[in-house]
T-cell receptor
Framework: DGGITQSPKYLFRKEGQNVTLSCEQNLNHDAMYWYRQDPGQGLRLIYYSQIVNDFQKGDIAEGYSVSREKKESFPLTVTSAQKNPTAFYLC?????????????FGQGTRLTVV | KQEVTQIPAALSVPEGENLVLNCSFTDSAIYNLQWFRQDPGKGLTSLLLIQSSQREQTSGRLNASLDKSSGRSTLYIAASQPGDSATYLCAVSPHRMNAGNMLTFGGGTRLMVKP
């Protein structure tokens, strides 16, 4: 089945730790995105990548880092510099770099600071 | 900066009613508008995608319209069912170079359909 797989579903982070969220897609999409969702709020863009080995900051990139070494994979690292990381993280992908195509989302990773 | 607003924030209706969810955006220079459904604790499921050149899209009991010049979209749900209970999100993508399909989301409408 084609789709986007995020892992793990739940993740717990201790103070001062870096953690990495996985996102894999087998839809042959060029572009991939990371969004953050806080309770009662809409999604906000963290980073996006339109092609392998290239990525751009979104609206709330501080305290996060990404890599795009393979077309299928776009991992997100939440660093210790992110002061309020508890949130629901969603990965998405789409065709085309010029917009105008449908975005598909994974099932999300819920990150909690303990 | 693009801002997307959804009204109402929450809606409770009896089963069988037809209902309308509203979405407005401040910058009409969009490439497309997409409606999503989100169940509690889950990811987003794409419902309908409307290109900026289109006026509406239909899928089953769902119909979405787009008036780009006035910055508005509506999602019409016919004959609502308890299984329609979820949060509905609208999102727009910008019409500019190298923007990809990055989306700006509204805050969502939480819908409850009572049996």
């Amino acid at each position: 089945d084609g789709g986007i797989t995020q892992s793990p579903k739940y993740l717990f982070r201790k103070e001062g730790q870096n953690v990495t969220l996985s996102c894999e897609q087998n839809l042959n999409h060029d572009a991939m995105y990371w969004y953050r969702q806080d309770p009662g709020q809409g999604l906000r863009l963290i980073y996006y990548s339109q092609i392998v080995n290239d990525f751009q900051k979104g609206d709330i990139a501080e305290g996060y880092s990404v890599s795009r070494e393979k077309k299928e994979s776009f991992p997100l690292t939440v660093t210790s510099a992110q002061k309020n990381p508890t949130a629901f993280y969603l990965c998405a992908s789409s065709f085309a770099v010029g917009g105008g195509t449908e975005a598909f989302f994974g099932q999300g990773t819920r990150l909690t600071v303990v | 900066k693009q801002e997307v607003t959804q009204i109402p924030a929450a809606l409770s209706v009896p089963e069988g009613e037809n209902l309308v969810l509203n979405c407005s955006f401040t910058d009409s220079a969009i490439y497309n508008l997409q409606w999503f459904r989100q169940d509690p604790g889950k990811g987003l499921t794409s419902l309908l995608l409307i290109q900026s050149s289109q006026r509406e899209q239909t899928s089953g009991r769902l119909n979405a319209s787009l008036d780009k010049s006035s910055g508005r979209s509506t999602l019409y749900i016919a004959a609502s069912q308890p299984g329609d209970s979820a949060t509905y999100l609208c999102a727009v993508s910008p019409h500019r170079m190298n923007a990809g399909n990055m989306l700006t989301f509204g805050g969502g409408t939480r819908l409850m359909v009572k049996p």
